[in-house]
């Protein structure tokens, strides 16, 4: 029943910035994880980075020290900020939302996704 939609993927040059953005239909603070995922053409879909509930965050070794995920649970959205861009960073990023309900379901929801290409 959640819904997420992402904004913010455009074009950009190489050691460029861009910030991504994920709102959810309801409230995200009591999900167990945020997170964003990227599909790079011809490759397989790639997890980027995680921010828990608890308020940690983890990333992907190649995006490390570039992108940085946040959770403005007040708002019901999640953003990546990505610097430092580079051409292998071109691909189309998705917003996922894993959980559990209050009556023991598991949840797994993801957007549409947003496209972001980097130009060299």
């Known amino acids: 029943q959640v819904q997420l939609v992402e904004s913010g993927g455009g074009l950009v040059q190489a050691g460029g910035s861009l910030r991504l953005s994920c709102a959810a239909s309801?409230?995200?603070?009591?999900?167990?994880?945020m997170g964003w995922y990227r599909q790079a053409p011809g490759k397989q879909r790639e997890w980027v980075a995680t921010?828990?509930?608890?308020?940690?965050?983890n990333y992907a070794d190649s995006v490390k020290g570039r992108f940085t995920i946040s959770r403005d649970n007040a708002k019901n959205t999640v953003y990546l900020q990505m610097n430092s861009l580079k051409p292998e960073d071109t691909a189309v990023y998705y917003c996922?939302?894993?959980?559990?309900?209050?009556?023991?379901?598991?949840?797994?929801?993801w957007g549409q996704g947003t496209q972001v290409t980097v130009s060299s």
């Open positions: 309801g409230s995200i603070g009591s999900v167990a994880a």
């Open positions: 996922n939302a894993a959980g559990r309900t209050t009556r023991g379901g598991v949840y797994n929801y």
């Open positions: 921010a828990s509930s608890g308020g940690t965050t």
